[in-house]
């Protein structure tokens, strides 16, 4: 027990350690950007019709802190951020922990729920794949992991989109139907949702769930031609009995631990796929930010909680793996 | 009777000796390329990539018109593709033709531009080979050094030859943009660009790659944990936003060139870590090995270890991988550019030509935007299965020998 608290505290440390340097990253990105905070609020009081002089902009820097040294400002920003503070947008000069709030946690939802559909087709079709001698389906599945490559969510978004345009005249973007996007959660809003969240959630899942096929059919093929297989197979067990006692345990392993890399892959589509099925609930707020208006504390912020989202989701399943697999398990006990 | 049983037995052990002769003597390459080339579909991926490749490099050639705004169609805006035949109503030729259009307005059409195809005899246009049209270069090379006596260029070779055209007035087999650029034209010299990004990419990825992940393995230890800490952390922060974050700096006054440049560079910056991890990893299983051992025993220095021993061991494993990640890069830049942030309109990119096609007007009515999408998506495909068939033919302990 002792052995896997330390585990679990090296891990969590490795974790902190991670998003550490990721913010260094995202914090330096932010102040390489020509002009700074002081210097865009004051551009846009002048825009307001005041007159502003350099001492203006130089009060407005002490104000915001932007004369300390730079590891000093880094330091502030990364200890807000745990508490997951991100100061003002320069460019909205609205707060951007409010700005994010809801929104944040719908696409975090979505990508979540992309990943767990992926892996609900991948696991039975994957395994199916790896036991089954038909040449027919295996192609076939060859053919859609493929695809899954070549044919990027935002292409696949595309094309529903112009099929559905062309055969239901309705291009089925958004999250919410008009009278639900600003109301209330309720009953009814929620069934709004759910019937507009499918196709984001298949679109994101969709290269997700073609590489997740490839994986589980690699994992199983490769375990089922092992020898404790077929000793097991000697004693008598069979079936699917044996396929799930045996093999698909060991399979399992690789694939919780994969499940981080499969979140920063749906991530990646995420704000494109936003983009174009106009999700201006999710995501396509870092487009906003980067594209539009170059806010860069609110595209630093949103790069930072994705990495965070990702790094929780490496822990978690390196907990897991650890409490699940015997072999981790020993490594860890000694 | 014995007598030729023997007979045709020494000759099939010979033929059998040759062939295991050939088989121990072969080069690495000769072997991958042997089991690459009972691979069918890796091998039909390779000739749509060859032809794709050279569809590129040729496309000034190829296509009839210059792919930029200099060369549109001013008539012919959102023009639908115009395919050539053989036979229509008015009877067959043999050469193909399309049929010419005439733009009208009048109260009756409420004074907007309507354009109707003509199908009579006398509007035909027929397809001509080889025709003269507007000039392209090769070898061109322009140094421009700070000083006037350093500056430096190969004017190159000018031609105005391309494949096919009509004499009077346009074809466009893909048809047109909403500024009357020809989509064909365009088309190609996006596959060319797409190349060209992905190049410089794979080489900065590479280059880095080699450096950091030779670093890490040839040396290990503490050195080894440090760089493959910042490894992971960059591997970490989904590439797509900060890609995004990376393309927000550049300035609005730069020119398509550099911006053109600068993507490529952080398409390679960010794609190093995966391939440093495998150098890394393959450098330090490598080095405890036998044969490394053997010859270090021997006296081989180490330089000679690395050059002869070392090298070789994965330089196939390096090739695959940089086929394999050509297309996420080509991927990454479309992805980039459809968004607005990655190249812009002079150069011809895939992502460049889907940038307005989300628009419903343009996904009820003008669905030839689409057509790049397949060249595209072939051109991706066939990198997969090349690379695929590469990685099985490089790996000397695969299934298929």
């Known amino acids: 027990m002792l052995q896997f608290l330390k585990f679990a505290a090296i891990r969590a440390f490795l974790a902190i350690l991670t998003l550490v340097l990721v913010s260094f990253i995202v914090f330096s990105l932010m102040e390489l950007v020509p002009g700074d905070c002081a210097e865009r609020y004051v551009a846009f009081k002048n825009s307001q019709g005041s007159i502003i002089t350099p001492a203006d902009i130089q009060v407005e820097r002490v104000r915001l802190g932007l ?135 298949f679109i994101l899942g969709w290269s997700a769930t073609a590489f997740a096929i490839q994986t589980v059919r690699a994992l199983m093929s490769d375990e089922i031609g092992k020898l404790y297989v077929t000793a097991a197979a000697a004693r008598g067990v069979s079936g699917r009995n044996l396929l799930m006692r045996y093999p698909a345990r060991h399979a399992l392993s690789p694939i919780i631990n994969s499940l981080g890399f499969d979140l920063n892959r749906i991530f990646n589509e995420l704000p494109i796929v936003a983009l174009i099925l106009t999700l201006t609930e999710a995501g396509s707020l870092l487009i906003d930010a980067l594209a539009t208006s170059n806010d860069q504390q609110l595209a630093g912020a949103i790069i930072f909680m994705l990495t965070a989202a990702i790094v929780a989701i490496n822990f978690v399943t390196d907990i897991i793996l650890a409490l699940t697999d015997p072999r981790v398990r020993s490594g860890i006990m000694g | 009777m014995t007598d030729t049983t023997t007979n045709t037995e020494t000759t099939l052990s010979a033929k059998d000796r040759k062939l295991k002769e050939a088989y121990f003597t072969a080069s690495q390459g000769q072997l991958i390329w042997q089991r690459f080339k009972r691979n069918k579909s890796a091998l039909f991926g390779g000739w749509v990539l060859i032809i794709l490749i050279f569809s590129g490099i040729f496309a000034p050639f190829l296509t009839p018109y210059d792919p930029t705004i200099s060369g549109r169609n001013e008539a012919y805006l959102n023009g639908a593709p115009q395919i050539p035949s053989f036979c229509d109503d008015n009877g067959c030729s043999l050469r193909p033709f399309i049929y010419g259009f005439e733009r009208t307005r009048s109260i009756k059409t409420n004074f907007r531009w309507v354009t109707t195809v003509k199908t009579d005899l006398e509007s035909r246009l027929y397809v001509q080979f080889f025709t003269k049209g507007v000039e392209y270069t090769y070898l061109k090379f322009n140094i421009n050094l700070p000083g006037d006596t350093l500056d430096f260029t190969i004017p190159g070779l000018t031609f105005d030859t391309h494949l096919f055209g009509v004499d009077d007035g346009f074809i466009h087999i893909f048809g047109t943009d909403s500024t009357g650029k020809d989509i064909y034209s365009r088309t190609l010299t996006a596959i060319n660009t797409s190349l060209a990004v992905g190049t410089i990419g794979v080489f900065i990825a590479f280059v880095m790659a080699l450096v950091i992940g030779g670093v890490a393995g040839y040396y290990g230890g503490m050195l080894d944990s440090v760089l493959q800490m910042i490894t992971d952390t960059i591997k970490t922060i989904p590439s797509i936003p900060l890609f995004m974050a990376l393309a927000a700096f550049i300035p609005a006054e730069w020119s398509a060139e550099a911006r053109f440049l600068f993507i490529s560079m952080v398409l390679g910056l960010i794609g190093w870590p995966t391939l440093a991890r495998r150098i890394r990893t393959h450098l330090l299983t490598e080095r405890g090995q036998e044969y490394v051992l053997a010859a270090q025993l021997s006296g081989a220095s180490p330089a000679h270890i690395i050059r002869k021993h070392l090298l070789p061991s994965f330089t196939s494993y390096i090739i695959v991988d940089l086929v394999i990640s050509f297309p996420y890069m080509v991927l990454s830049e479309t992805a980039l550019s459809f968004i607005g942030l990655g190249l812009k309109d002079p150069v011809n990119s895939l992502g460049v030509m889907l940038q307005n096609v989300t628009s419903t007007d343009v996904l009820l009515n003008y669905q030839w935007y689409f057509i790049p999408v397949f060249f595209f998506i072939a051109l991706v495909l066939a990198f997969v299965f090349v690379g695929d068939g590469l990685r099985d033919a490089a790996d000397p302990y695969g299934s298929n020998h």
Not at chain 1, 101 to 122: E, N, P, R, T, V
Not at chain 1, 159 to 173: A, C
């Open chain 1, 67 to 201: 004369d300390k040294p730079y590891v000093q400002r880094w330091g502030k920003w990364i200890i807000n951020a745990f508490q997951g503070e991100f100061g003002d947008s320069c460019i909205l000069r609205l707060n951007i922990s409010q700005l994010l709030g809801q929104k944040f946690w719908l696409s975090l939802g979505l990508c979540l729920s992309a990943l767990l559909l992926a892996y609900a087709i991948a696991i039975p079709v994957g395994i199916m794949a790896a036991t089954s001698k038909n040449a027919v389906l295996n192609n076939s599945l060859r053919l859609v992991s493929y695809l899954g490559l070549a044919l990027p969510n935002f292409l696949l978004a595309l094309m529903i989109m112009l099929f559905s345009t062309i055969y239901f005249g309705d291009s089925l973007t958004g999250l919410f139907s008009k009278e639900f996007r600003d109301a209330a959660w309720s009953w009814a809003r929620v069934r709004d949702f759910l019937g507009h969240a499918w196709l984001p959630v």
